[in-house]
């Protein structure tokens, strides 16, 4: 007796089918099950969850030799999402369920020794492969329902147990799960709560963030310790403009693949904000493991990657930064194959200006020694810096601004600002795949860049002052955008292209 069932698995963040055959033999009493297709592990143990599972929900395993295949076999199978494919291959082996409909259907879920339906990974991704090969329906643990609904197209079936599966294969099941409605679920989900009017003082770190925000623009903030580094930096996303379905999509995958979605939000409709600790290893920052999952980039893609205390993590931890800085993907290349994983994100960091903190802080003096200083700064590469737009110099807050009240502007008047500056960008570069200033190539810069005579002069001299590179010349250009951008301007004047230079003269000072 032989049956088959359609499974799903995902290599990075791509989904392929796994077909699922079981071959019951029916000869002799004692029982003997073999799982080919390279499975890992938790596949190879999946056949003693199967068996407890089938026998406590009143269905009776096949006697004799049982082989069950995953197919393409040379592709390594990990996790136990197969556990539910299996089991229902084993039913209609023994012509418990309907055939036909087992053929449209394809599964994912785990399975405990009790016949129930635990909850996997990368239901999204898996109900979207589904729809695309053409499946009429994808049965998912109950818990994956909400996720996978946003499939549209597709017939979606939560379930508890594997009786209720063999049931839906039956026509008897629980209903379809209805299709999910983004739009509301975008309104349930509300912005940050955090707001740039809780900051005193810092007038010129917030006019920095604000300018990053519009142009998707990497930062960084330098300054003493409690100058507000990281409460600005935390605020960040509510100026940003709300993801679109497409970016919510995206983000969703990623986060679904690594099981890192919330609990009751089957999509993410505000920009990740992600805090990794300095002692993250690069593995942990760019992904890892033998079958890579999505690391901190990936987890912030569309939306912010905040380091802290840069210059206190590992040197081959940043530097594996500056390849997905640049191309907004990550490839990591193992024994198993390449993986590429989206990694379009804001880097925003902060450090200090010396070991102590205090160098050039009017208010305390600075205990370090020249040779201390340049230790530390040395810590985060020339290349690494050539890639952030901005830096900034956040000063101490004074006694009077500490003591007063806040009176800087809410995030709700700097957002409004910034959604127009995106609008004005997306309105630009519409029917490409550059979304910000920020990820515009040397060409577009040479289309929506054009500088008269007076701002040649001024990038002149900058070029010439500052001995910047050709990286930098083009970051100075699109952060000039961006600027004119915020005020609604044509064309880039030479305010823009000051104050963009001065963003750049930073470094230049201090490295």
């Given at each position: ?5 359609w499974?799903s ?10 077909e699922?055959e079981?071959?019951?033999?029916g000869i002799?009493n004692?029982a003997l099950v073999t799982?080919v297709?390279?499975?890992d592990?938790a596949v190879?143990?999946?056949?003693e969850r199967?068996w ?5 929900s ?7 030799r049982?082989t069950?295949?995953?197919a393409p ?9 197969f556990?539910l494919?299996i089991?229902l291959?084993m039913?209609a082996a ?5 055939r036909?409909r087992?053929?449209?259907t394809?599964?994912i879920?785990?399975l ?27 049965l ?7 996720e ?5 197209g597709?017939t979606v079936c939560g379930v508890?147990?594997?009786g ?11 209903a379809?799960?209805p299709?999910?409605?983004l739009p509301?679920l975008f ?8 707001d740039?009017a809780?900051?005193k003082?810092?007038?010129?770190a917030?006019?920095?963030l ?7 623009h990497?930062l960084?903030l330098?300054?003493?310790p409690?100058?507000?580094?990281t409460m600005?930096a935390q605020r960040?996303p ?7 379905l497409e970016e919510a999509l995206?983000?969703?995958r990623v986060?679904s ?9 089957p999509?993410l409709?505000?920009?990740?904000f992600r805090n990794?600790?300095?002692?993250v290893?690069d593995a ?6 033998t ?11 569309n939306g912010?990657?905040?380091l ?6 590992r040197?081959?931890?940043?530097e594996?930064l500056r390849?997905p800085?640049?191309g907004?993907?990550?490839t990591i290349?193992r ?5 590429t994983?989206?990694?379009r994100?804001?880097?925003?960091a ?8 205090h160098?050039?802080n ?12 340049q ?9 690494l810096?050539?890639r952030?737009?901005l830096?900034v110099e956040?000063?101490a807050?004074?006694?009077?601004e500490l ?6 502007e809410?995030?709700?008047a700097?957002?409004?600002r910034?959604e ?8 630009r570069?519409h029917?490409t795949p550059v979304?910000t200033n ?8 040479e289309t929506?860049?054009v ?11 900058a070029l ?5 590179s050709?990286?930098a010349y083009h970051?100075?250009l699109r952060v ?10 044509e064309?880039i004047?030479?305010?823009h292209l000051?104050e963009?230079?001065?963003y750049?003269?930073?470094?230049r000072?201090?490295?």
């Amino acid at each position: 007796m032989m049956a088959k069932t359609w499974s799903s698995a995902i290599q990075g963040v791509e989904t392929f089918t796994v077909e699922i055959e079981v071959n019951a033999s029916g000869i002799g009493n004692e029982a003997l099950v073999t799982v080919v297709g390279l499975p890992d592990t938790a596949v190879r143990e999946s056949r003693e969850r199967v068996w407890s599972a089938l026998q406590n929900s009143g269905f009776y395993p096949p006697h004799g030799r049982t082989t069950i295949n995953l197919a393409p076999a040379d592709v390594r199978k990990e996790g136990a999402a197969f556990d539910l494919p299996i089991a229902l291959s084993m039913v209609a082996a023994m012509n418990g369920c309907e055939r036909d409909r087992l053929a449209k259907t394809l599964c994912i879920g785990e399975l405990a020794l009790d016949g129930g339906v635990r909850p996997v990974h990368g239901a999204l991704p898996i109900a979207l492969h589904a729809r695309a090969a053409g499946f009429h329906n994808v049965l998912v643990p109950a818990e994956n329902a909400a996720e996978a609904a946003l499939a549209t197209g597709i017939t979606v079936c939560g379930v508890r147990s594997l009786g209720e599966a063999v049931a839906f294969l039956r026509g008897e099941g629980p209903a379809a799960e209805p299709a999910a409605d983004l739009p509301a679920l975008f309104r349930a989900q509300p912005r940050a709560g955090l707001d740039f009017a809780d900051i005193k003082g810092q007038e010129s770190a917030r006019r920095a963030l604000e300018v990053a925000a519009a142009g998707g623009h990497n930062l960084l903030l330098i300054g003493p310790p409690g100058a507000g580094k990281t409460m600005l930096a935390q605020r960040l996303p509510s100026i940003l403009p709300p993801l679109s379905l497409e970016e919510a999509l995206e983000v969703t995958r990623v986060y679904s693949i690594a099981g890192e979605l919330p609990k009751g939000a089957p999509v993410l409709a505000t920009r990740p904000f992600r805090n990794p600790h300095h002692t993250v290893s690069d593995a942990g920052l760019i992904g890892g493991q033998t079958m890579p999952r999505p690391g901190e980039i990936s987890l912030a893609h569309n939306g912010v990657l905040f380091l802290d205390e840069l210059p206190e993590f590992r040197r081959n931890a940043l530097e594996v930064l500056r390849q997905p800085m640049e191309g907004g993907t990550v490839t990591i290349s193992r024994a198993a194959g390449s993986f590429t994983f989206p990694a379009r994100f804001m880097l925003v960091a902060a450090m200090n200006p010396c070991p102590c903190g205090h160098y050039g802080n009017v208010q305390r003096q600075c205990r370090c020694g020249y040779s201390q200083i340049q230790r530390y700064r040395s810590r985060v590469s020339g290349p690494l810096l050539d890639r952030i737009d901005l830096h900034v110099e956040v000063a101490a807050v004074s006694e009077q601004e500490l003591m007063g009240r806040p009176r800087g502007e809410s995030s709700e008047a700097m957002g409004a600002r910034v959604e127009a500056a995106r609008q004005r960008q997306l309105a630009r570069f519409h029917g490409t795949p550059v979304r910000t200033n920020a990820d515009m190539t040397p060409a577009m810069i040479e289309t929506y860049c054009v500088l008269g005579e007076d701002g040649k002069a001024i990038l002149r001299m900058a070029l010439r002052d500052l001995n910047l590179s050709a990286r930098a010349y083009h970051r100075i250009l699109r952060v000039a955008r961006t600027l004119a951008d915020l005020r609604g301007d044509e064309r880039i004047e030479p305010r823009h292209l000051t104050e963009a230079t001065h963003y750049r003269a930073l470094d230049r000072q201090m490295w």
